[in-house]
DNA sequence: ATCCAAATATGATCGCGATCATATGAGTGT
DNA sequence: ACACTCATATGATCGCGATCATATTTGGAT
């Protein structure tokens, strides 16, 4: 059946919505283009009236889900808090893209790669505008470390099993990327 | 045809040193049974012969790989320089399995994690016994966060494309991590 | 109102990869 | 030497997932 020009629209938010989640929840192999569209309210065979190919689908999900999370820029202290939290942990597909999926980019072709790229980009800028001015350190540099590790941080508390040790690496990290407060 | 003893022994090694090349080259659902027997120099069938399956295959990498890797504990400021180099960057195959598996192991099954679990845990102690001391922060701590922004750092180096962005990540990851040399 | 094109649904196809069944042939103990 | 067992080789099987072919239904323009 057909449907309006404005259903369409809402529709393919829809399968890019479910799909970033997806995919940062399972990984991009282990979901499959049928998952996508059932997530979606829809069935498989319409995907390809929305997208050229899987390919397609994961460059344009990870660019959803990297300009959709753009929170403020103020409150660095709460956002790192909020970003090393067991909650943030335990919730992989409303979270951090990079932290699920940059990994994984490696391996994808050039158009998910150049969409990550934009998104880890993006971050970085923002947190160099957001951190506080420093006399012994540069302000670009801060904030490339403090994001560095605190994807690292979130990747390896993802990874380890034992919850005590997970939880010690988000606390422990967090307290020493931002010492002060 | 039937072999040695050794020789039998021999081979199981060779599949797990192929194993883990491979899975920490290309993710371990990219690399497929065959392709890991053919590396060790032997055919499909075989493979059941020495593990139980794939999910076996990928626990025993990962504890191959973490326990062949583990380096002197002395001169911290060299490991550092290595990990974050752009050589080791452009040869995961041949590097750190967290950087390369770790993000992947959140979708593996029990045994895939309690070994990667296994080598975070060392590599951390590892890493508390061979920093410094200091007076302003405790040694632990420095080791989860100076960890926590390695890895994040070669991740993020790896996702992106541009290598001058990629550059300036390990670089300044290098030195924010380790201001003083 | 009517016709047409477009969006979705339904149902192949096609290749790939994990696993298993059977065959082969050479180590191993007697 | 001999029988026998076991490691490997060869060749199915089986399900899954990406993609495509065809049908259906209804917006949208005339």
Redesign the pocket.
Known sequence: ????????RE??RRILAAASRLYREKGFDA?????V?KAA??????????FE???DLMAQAIAHATTELSGRDDDVGGFLAAYLSPAHRNDAANGCPMAALAADVRHRPPAARAAMTAGIRAQIDRLTRALPDSVTTERRRDAIGTYAAMIGALILARAVEDPALSDEILGETRAWVNPDP
Chains 1, 2 share one sequence.
Not at 1 to 7: A, L
Not at 31 to 35: I, L, P, R, S, T
Not at 41 to 50: A, E, N, V
């Open positions: 059946m057909r449907v309006t020009q404005e259903q369409m529709n393919r979901v499959g283009v049928a998952e569209m309210g829809l069935t498989h065979g319409g995907f390809y009236g929305h190919s899987k390919e």
